[in-house]
């Protein structure tokens, strides 16, 4: 069973920066066989898909994050990054990641990683 756990929240001020890992928990490498993505959800809000990367290596951005996150994989590590630039106060979610599927399928969702930007 994959067991997802995100890292690298925080509190940060508006214009600041924040980097995200996800590791996985699982004998051998998920990456590579899955398009992952990271999702976040705000307070009474759905969650909502704002980055992914395929297996191949492209990259594809939500509207209101694009030029400012950058998602990236190390397939060794089993893990999956999020560089977020120039936060707003409406990036503040708990974010996720899990793998990106045509038919919604997900892996267990982890705990999440609370970000919050504010001044």
Not at 41 to 52: I, T
Not at 69 to 76: G, M, V, Y
């Amino acid at each position: 069973q994959v067991q997802l756990v995100e890292s690298g929240g925080g509190l940060v001020q508006p214009g600041g920066s924040l980097r995200l890992s996800c590791a996985a928990s699982v004998s051998g490498n998920i990456f590579n066989v899955n398009a992952m993505g990271w999702y976040r959800q705000a307070p009474g809000q759905q969650r909502e898909l704002v980055a992914y990367i395929t297996v191949s290596g492209s990259t594809n951005y939500a509207d209101p994050v694009k030029g400012r996150f950058t998602i990236s994989r190390d397939n060794a590590k089993n893990t999956v990054y999020l560089q977020m630039n120039s936060l707003k106060p409406e990036d503040t979610a708990v974010y996720y990641c899990n793998k990106v599927t045509s038919n919604g399928g997900r892996y267990n969702w982890g705990q999440g990683t609370q970000v919050t930007v504010s001044s």
